[in-house]
Nanobody, 129 residues
Framework: QVQLVESGGGLVQAGDSLRLSCAASGQTFSISEYFMGWFRQAPGKEREFVAAISWSGSNTKYADAVKGRFTISRDNTKDTVSLQMNSLKPEDTAVYYC????????????????????WGQGTLVTVSS
């Protein structure tokens, strides 16, 4: 059984930083076989793409709303994916989900919710003003 488990969420003030982590587990699962990414869902809104990283980590994509503030990274040897979030804003408040996809589209975003094979359970990030 494949599991993606997020951690690192919490309550912070505007301008602060947080680092989210996603640990993958499963007997036959390895993140090295997947494109990995982060989505988020704010209250009353649809789940939206945040960031994505290719197999090797050489290619990354970001939503315009987080570009320059968030950084996605991966460690295939440890089956982990991270999202460093700096200069947080109240509008970043959402549940953040780790995601694994076998698809990388040639257009933006590189994958959408329908492309995801595995989701984490989500971790809540709340940014106060």
């Amino acid at each position: 059984q494949v599991q993606l488990v997020e951690s690192g969420g919490g309550l912070v003030q505007a301008g602060d930083s947080l680092r989210l982590s996603c640990a993958a587990s499963g007997q036959t699962f390895s993140i090295s076989e997947y494109f990995m990414g982060w989505f988020r869902q704010a209250p009353g809104k649809e789940r939206e793409f945040v960031a994505a990283i290719s197999w090797s980590g050489s290619n990354t994509k970001y939503a315009d709303a987080v570009k320059g503030r968030f950084t996605i990274s991966r460690d295939n040897t440890k089956d982990t994916v991270s999202l460093q979030m700096n200069s947080l804003k109240p509008e970043d408040t959402a549940v953040y989900y780790c995601a694994a996809s076998r698809y990388w589209r040639g257009t933006y975003p590189p994958f959408v919710a329908g492309d995801i094979q595995y989701w984490g359970q989500g971790t809540l990030v709340t940014v106060s003003s």
